[in-house]
């Protein structure tokens, strides 16, 4: 799952070394924390949230085929 996020957010940005996925599992759920360049943030987010939202709804299809939810958080660096 890690790495759909990570291809994703890396055909996005511009400064592609600035990207970091941190994952935390839990019983539940796997939370994404995503922290990309403070330049870059725009891009990933989007006009009101619109790319973000996206991105978090393909991951709950991923995350559905395993049976696990998933939460994805985009940091500030």
């Known amino acids: 799952m890690k790495d759909i996020l990570e ?3 890396l055909n996005l940005v511009d400064n592609k070394d600035a990207v970091k996925i941190e ?3 839990t019983e539940k759920e796997i939370v994404f924390k ?3 360049e403070n330049s870059d943030m725009g891009k ?3 006009k009101q949230g619109r ?3 996206s991105i978090r709804t393909v991951m709950k ?5 395993e049976g696990k939810k998933v939460a ?3 940091l500030d660096n």
């Open 34 to 36: 995503v922290t990309v």
């Open 72 to 74: 994805v958080e985009f």
């Open 7 to 9: 291809t994703i957010i």
């Open 51 to 53: 790319i973000a939202k």
């Open 61 to 65: 299809s991923v995350s559905a085929k």
């Open 44 to 46: 990933v987010i989007g």
């Open 23 to 25: 994952e935390e599992n």
